[in-house]
């Protein structure tokens, strides 16, 4: 018997009509599908059901992943990888048209999102993604200019990922209990883009310096990337303005200006 590992953030969902919503989310039969963090297999074995392509299941918990691998020995379409995800080349084993599920561990789920958001090459070859954060996360992720969630983590999702659904799944839905409520949270990724950047770890530099004195007025901080010819260039932007009061397109914009210096 497998006991959560708090080290991993481990909430195991045994909620069947909660699991069987996830999986309708997107039709998965004959479809490449891939899951992050299957723990105890809870949705692993509804996306069987519907008789996926392929299934890539990684799962850093050794034990847990010996016994996904003994359960599906004899399943040629599903292969099990005993990995941190964080570690994983997943870009590099990724079959095209991939849908990627995950109930993610609470303390690394933004740095699992921003791997994906941070594939070399994009489009990517997952056309969709399907994952739990916590609620509080979640809103941020998709959190609208303006709004109290707006922040760093909704300009980067925003630049390469669509909202598609959402709903939130209760506490109660876990074992053990979580102290949070959960969301699950259904994007595509876009295939177009108005701005065109390089390097996304640029985009995340250029919200770091910004949010990182969120109070104050952006003059300094953007006179400290840009020169003056590059900043007469972004439409709408006024020096008096606080990192908030920036819509996406701005950064999007200035981290472009920043990528030609």
């Known amino acids: 018997m497998s006991f959560p590992k708090r080290s991993l953030g481990q909430n195991f969902l045994n909620d069947k009509n909660i699991v069987k ?40 918990d050794e034990k847990l992943a010996r016994e996904l691998k003994k359960k599906y020995q004899k399943d040629k379409f599903i292969k099990v990888i005993t990995s941190d995800i964080l570690n994983y080349n997943l870009e590099k084993e990724i079959y095209n048209d991939s849908f990627i599920f995950g109930n993610l561990p609470y303390n690394i789920s933004s740095q699992i999102l921003v791997k994906l958001l941070k594939f070399k090459n994009w489009p990517p070859k997952f056309c969709g993604l399907i994952l739990m954060f916590q609620k509080e996360l979640a809103e941020k ?29 209760s506490k109660n839905c876990f074992r053990p209990m979580p102290k949070v409520t959960s969301m699950v949270v259904h994007f595509q990724p876009k295939k177009k883009n108005t701005f065109s950047i390089k390097n996304l770890t640029n985009l995340e530099k250029i919200t770091q310096i910004f949010f990182s004195s969120k109070r104050k007025i952006i003059k300094k901080k953007i006179q400290s990337i840009l020169n003056e010819k590059q900043i007469k260039k972004i439409d709408g932007i006024k020096l008096n303005l606080r990192p908030s009061d920036l819509k996406p397109e701005i950064y999007y914009h200035i981290t472009q200006l920043y990528e030609e210096n």
């Open 21 to 60: 919503k996830i999986i309708s989310l997107v039709k998965v039969k004959n479809k490449n599908i891939v899951e992050i963090g299957p723990g105890k297999g809870a949705l692993t074995g509804e996306i069987i059901k519907q008789k996926p392509k392929t299934l890539l299941i990684i799962e850093k």
């Open 141 to 169: 992720i998709i959190g609208r200019f303006p709004s109290k969630n707006y922040g760093r983590i909704s300009i980067l999702a925003n630049f390469r990922l669509k909202l598609v659904n959402k709903f939130i799944v």
